[in-house]
């Protein structure tokens, strides 16, 4: 088998220079919110689709208009979008058995979706014919051929998913043939083998899929499930051997261990085998989207997921970091650019001198200044083995370098803070917070209520800030994150506080940062990293300004 693939592999590679494209075929809309956690309203569906559209996808399935009033309204509103690429799909199954198409609620809700396709699913296998739809094998032929037909009647164009294919081409592939065969001669113009368990090998789907292109010529389509780690494998060996339309979602996103993941097959399909498969120049847009379905569904981003995760292009060990500040393909294989990512240098305890260096920039010249590079490495590795982390907080590290190299700038003193919680039984918890700074030769002292006490702390020391600093209304917290260092110690143990945060420059234009606090004190954990994204926001925006005045 292993010989039949490498052998199948190397003939259609012959072949990849006459394909010129592979249709993307989107289903994160439907497939992918059967996904456990992964739950979209009509809006979110809706802000998706353009973006997928931007993306340049060639068919956006947008749901199955019989399962609930959200599909149906997603397809009267999608409308309204005006989508300059994409093909919107509804989906749906064949009719039901002893039934007449016209007759078939599901067949009337695909109609009244109004799309220019529809996608039908139909069993592959005899076996599930009889025993999930209680018909014999021949009926569910008909079946097949009747909806299809039905549907080309009426003007759509249709995509048949032949369900649990692979698992059936291996028991019975006589019988699978024959459902794709009825499928296509109803009028079916993509017949997409689907590896619905997600349970195939890569030279299983190849075997597979040349040997229905030597009995089809609808073109072929590949839908391939997670479950053995190999969606994306099977993917693209089912594209070599001859399939040129592909389905998936988004991030992966889906039942089980998830769909096919489109990020890394469209970035695999585009830079390393050319071919084709988004419109001309969208490709940069990959990492925005990605991350726009994760947020729009309030999912932590893949650090790790390949192209568009936010580590995909981190760089640790001082030895790579060197090497890449040289030639970037030693330790990277494709320029994060093309798929709208960035490199990121990370300042660890396992940083050499390139890493500050590279992090550093050209903003701070430091490269020749070893007894400087010595002391900051040798402050991060101390402050790591205390619990800081600066991976995420960029912001922080940067005000660490200002400090060693004597290009910090202090705003405030702080004299103290206090946070004071008040709970009575049947009402809800009260906080404030004091802050008393030194701004200069003036002391403020303020005092501030907030849904928590980290809320709190912020309000005030705003408060106190904002007569002497107004651009402090430009930063704003976006997200807080703790995390226990030392679970060990239990209620004594130290924590760490990560806050990402985002300013607003003079230009408009925005930053997104991160900033740490560790101590074993929740609160003073949290001021400190609060303190810092002020700090920072601070120093830049008084930085701009004096370049400005320079001019």
Not at 85 to 97: E, I, K, L, P, Q
Not at 281 to 302: D, P
Not at 446 to 462: H, N, Q
Request: include cysteine.
């Amino acid at each position: 088998m292993a010989g039949f693939f490498v052998d199948l592999l190397y003939a259609v590679r012959c072949d990849m220079e006459t394909a010129r494209r592979i249709e993307i075929y989107d289903t994160t809309l439907r497939d992918g919110t059967q996904g456990e956690g992964f739950n979209l309203s009509l809006q979110d569906k809706l802000l998706i689709a353009q973006k997928l559209d931007d993306l340049g996808v060639d068919y956006i399935e947008g749901g199955y208009p019989l399962s609930n009033p959200k599909d149906a309204a997603f397809f009267k509103e999608v409308k309204s979008l005006h989508l300059k690429t994409a093909t919107v799909s509804a989906f749906g199954m064949t009719r039901r058995r002893g039934t007449k198409p016209a007759d078939d609620a599901g067949m009337k809700s695909l109609l009244e979706a109004d799309t220019a396709a529809v996608t039908i699913v139909g069993k592959s296998s005899d076996y599930q014919a009889k025993a999930v739809l209680s018909v014999s094998p021949e009926e569910n032929l008909e079946m097949i051929a009747d909806t299809v037909a039905f549907m080309r009647s009426n003007g759509r164009k249709v995509i048949y998913d032949a369900e649990h294919f692979f698992d059936t081409f291996r028991s019975n592939p006589t019988y699978a043939l024959s459902t794709l065969r009825a499928a296509e001669e109803a009028g079916a113009a993509v017949l997409v083998l689907c590896d619905t368990n997600g349970g195939s090998m890569p030279e299983t789907i190849a075997q597979a899929t040349a040997a229905v292109k030597k009995h089809c010529s609808a073109m072929i389509g590949i839908h391939t499930h997670n479950d053995a780690g190999l969606a994306v494998a099977n993917a693209q060996a089912s594209i070599h051997a001859g399939a040129a339309h592909a389905q998936g979602t988004i991030n992966g996103v889906g039942e089980r261990c998830g769909n096919m993941d489109l990020i890394p097959l469209i970035a695999n399909l585009q830079l390393k085998l050319n071919l084709a498969c988004l419109q001309p120049g969208t490709l940069t847009r990959l990492t925005e989207v990605s991350r726009f379905v994760y947020e729009t569904a309030n999912l932590n981003l893949i650090p790790g997921q390949p192209y568009v995760g936010s580590s995909a292009f981190a760089h640790k060990g001082g030895m790579h970091v060197h090497a890449v500040q040289k030639d970037a393909s030693t330790y990277e294989h494709t320029n994060p650019a093309t798929v709208g990512n960035e490199r990121k240098i990370l300042i660890s305890e396992m940083s050499g001198g390139s890493n500050i260096v590279a992090k550093a920039g050209q903003r701070f010249q430091i490269e020749k200044d070893k007894a400087a590079l010595r002391r900051v490495l040798e402050r991060v590795q101390d402050l790591e083995n205390q619990g800081y982390q600066f991976e995420a907080a960029d912001a922080s590290f940067e005000l660490l370098l200002r400090k060693e190299i004597n290009r910090y700038r202090e705003f405030f003193k702080l004299d103290h803070y206090r946070v004071v919680v008040l709970k009575t039984p049947g009402s809800n918890s009260v906080v404030e917070a004091t802050v008393k700074l030194h701004i200069g030769d003036t002391t403020e002292h303020t005092v501030a209520e907030g849904d928590g006490p980290i809320d709190a702390l912020d309000r005030a020391l705003r408060r106190a800030l904002k007569r002497h600093y107004p651009d402090v209304e430009n930063v704003r917290l976006l997200d807080y994150k703790v995390r226990v260092i030392n679970s060990k110690d239990e209620a004594a143990a130290k924590v760490r506080v990560v806050v990402e945060s985002r300013r607003e420059r003079a230009d408009g234009t925005k930053e997104v940062f991160g900033t740490i606090g560790v101590s074993g004190n929740i609160i003073d954990a949290s001021w400190q990293a609060l303190v810092e994204a002020i700090e920072y926001h601070l120093l830049l925006t008084a930085e701009a300004v004096n370049s400005n005045d320079e001019k």
